[in-house]
């Protein structure tokens, strides 16, 4: 599904006012209309494209002539024997016991997620569901309990690396080809593996808003195949205020970034740095040492390289490079 070419509905202007209110797909689907396409369909690979899964949802509905979330529980939450997952479209009562979203606040706090509308993320992100349920959902899409031979090869082998809603990679730390997914909503996060060799499922379910939920996943799955692992470890001591100070400026990534091309700025509020996004959304750095960070919402390491007066020139997130461009 990453491959459609929509333009994505998460990057329109007005995407926060979206989640403020009630949607169907028909109305997700109405916001993108019109808009040319990023590029042509199967011709590359994007990592986030909601649209299309509103899409999906929307075509769900016109071939079944039942609401999305009627349409769900009939063909695959019975079929699949998932007992406690639905989808949350608003219309229904919240699910007892249903975890409450929260977000980083500072480097180690937490405080309540902005409450959204589900029904705005109808296709991609409205699904109740618990890990017991996740890992029976995974067991039927690998098993033969759900779908047939050639169906499911179509889902999983679409491309080198992206299937219909799975990444497939040769992974060298399990020696085998893995299937993964993760993903993030306002005040959770999520990260399902199976390692088809082994057989083994790990689904890894947070009510924090950050992706910390991958790397938990990833050391869950090596801790019990007796594969190394290498604990988090926050610096013992963190940075003074001057140290933070001397980190800050902006930082220009390019094409092949996450966010192509994005500005990125580390800045300095007392003994804590943070990263904001050109949306405007700031990542609290865990410090890992003088020069080491943590993006606590990405859960992806950011270095810091100096030039010969020791002043910022690079930062290293992931295994990406952003050259400063300006210095505050």
Do not use: C
């Not at 249903?98 to 991609?124: C, H």
């Amino acid at each position: 599904m990453e491959r459609s070419g929509l333009p994505d509905i998460n990057d329109l202007p007005d995407y926060g006012d979206v989640l403020k209110h009630h949607q169907t797909p028909a109305s997700l689907i109405a916001k993108i209309k019109g808009r040319p396409l990023l590029f042509e369909p199967g011709s590359k690979f994007l990592h986030e494209e909601h649209s299309a899964y509103n899409l999906l949802a929307l075509i769900v509905e016109t071939k079944t002539g039942l609401p999305f979330a009627a349409a769900m529980e009939k063909l695959v939450f019975q079929p699949a024997g998932l007992s406690k997952s639905s989808i949350d479209d608003d219309a229904t009562p919240v699910t007892p016991g249903v975890a409450k979203g929260y977000q980083p606040d500072g480097v180690y706090g937490l405080k309540p997620a902005t409450p959204i509308r589900w029904s705005a993320k109808t296709g991609n992100a409205s699904v109740v569901t618990t890990a017991r349920d996740a890992a029976q959902w995974v067991r039927a899409v690998f098993g033969d309990r759900l779908l047939k031979e050639a169906s499911r090869k179509a889902i999983l082998d679409t491309s080198e690396r992206v299937g219909y809603g799975w990444f497939r990679s040769a992974n060298t730390r399990f020696h085998e080809t893995i299937y993964y997914m993760n993903g993030r909503a306002p005040g959770f996060a999520s990260f399902v593996l199976y390692i088809p060799r082994e057989q083994m499922t790990v689904v890894v379910l947070s009510n924090i808003y950050s992706s910390a939920t991958t790397a938990i996943g990833y050391d869950i799955a090596a801790i019990s195949l007796g594969l190394p692992y290498e604990p988090f470890q926050p610096s013992v001591t963190a940075p003074s205020a001057e140290q933070i100070k001397t980190s800050t400026g902006t930082f220009q990534f390019g094409p092949d970034f996450y966010q192509p091309n994005a500005e990125v700025v580390l800045i300095a509020n007392g003994s804590v740095l943070s990263l904001r996004w050109p949306s405007g959304d700031t990542s609290p750095l865990i410090p890992l040492g003088r020069d080491r960070f943590m993006d606590r919402s990405y859960w992806e390491e950011i270095d810091i390289e100096r030039d010969a007066a020791g002043l910022p020139k690079t930062i290293i997130y992931d295994h990406f490079r952003g050259n400063v461009t300006r210095r505050k």
